[in-house]
């Protein structure tokens, strides 16, 4: 019954910004922390940010300073802010509420987000 859906993936040039967002629904949100993974053909998956119920977050490295991951509880919402795109940014995002890891997960469809002049 838990869902996770993700919008605001689309087509942005370098140097320009998307805001993605996930919807949760069928689970206590505010229980789970949160993250932003994203996935390129022939590439694993990683994760981007995370952020816990308190607000503390996480980055990789190589979108410190442009990406701001956030969360509503009362909305039961996280976001992806994205700025100054890359086209290595370009990817599948999907959102995951962390229980553990393995089965214990919950993922979202995934978002395309594609970064080219």
């Known amino acids: 019954q838990a869902q996770l859906v993700e919008s605001g993936g689309g087509l942005a040039q370098p140097g320009g910004s998307l805001r993605l967002s996930c919807v949760a629904s069928?689970?206590?949100?505010?229980?789970?922390?949160m993250g932003w993974y994203r996935q390129a053909p022939g590439k694993q998956r990683e994760l981007v940010a995370s952020?816990?119920?308190?607000?503390?977050?996480n980055y990789v490295d190589s979108v410190k300073g442009r990406f701001t991951i956030s969360r509503d509880n009362a909305k039961n919402t996280v976001y992806l802010q994205m700025n100054s795109l890359k086209p290595e940014d370009t990817g599948v995002y999907y959102c995951?509420?962390?229980?553990?890891?393995?089965?214990?997960?919950?993922w979202g469809q995934g978002t395309q987000v594609t970064v080219s002049s």
């Open positions: 995951n509420a962390y229980g553990g890891g393995y089965n214990y997960d919950y």
């Open positions: 069928g689970m206590i949100f505010s229980l789970y922390p």
């Open positions: 952020i816990i119920s308190g607000g503390s977050s």
